[in-house]
């Protein structure tokens, strides 16, 4: 099962969205703002991606946060700060059984599913 995080209003999730279904790809769909974070997965993404590829500096929620914090990031301030304030995680977030890609590109989406 194909599970994808991020929040229903991003333009990106949208066109991911609209990539699976007209590729008729069964996923489900996670709303950070909804349905929170789980630290613990979040923490795995973490490990397996490292934290610089899940934490979204191009986002408003970066842009927002206190140069001080900006200046001094590091995995655990930025676990921290996405469990807070989800909205600053990359968006999508695709959770497959083998595998967890983050971001959208019809190209790496055309990579990933002609191999299932």
């Known amino acids: 099962m194909i599970i994808m995080y991020g929040i229903k209003n991003c333009d990106t999730i949208k066109k991911a969205r609209k990539y699976l279904e007209a590729n008729k790809i069964e996923y489900s769909f996670h709303d950070f703002r909804v349905d929170?974070?789980?630290?613990?997965?979040?923490?795995?993404?973490?490990?397996e991606l490292g934290w610089e590829k899940l934490l979204n500096k191009r986002s408003t929620t970066w842009r927002n946060l206190p140069d001080e914090t900006k200046q001094n990031m590091s995995e655990l301030l930025a676990l921290v700060v996405m469990e807070d304030?989800?909205?600053?995680?990359?968006?999508?977030?695709?959770?497959?059984?083998d595998q967890v890609v983050v971001g959208f590109s019809e190209k790496r989406y055309d990579e990933i599913f002609s191999q299932k």
């Not at 600053?88 to 695709?94: A, F």
């Open 85 to 97: 304030q989800p909205t600053i995680i990359k968006r999508p977030v695709l959770e497959m059984a």
């Open 36 to 47: 929170g974070v789980n630290d613990i997965q979040l923490r795995a993404w973490v490990s």
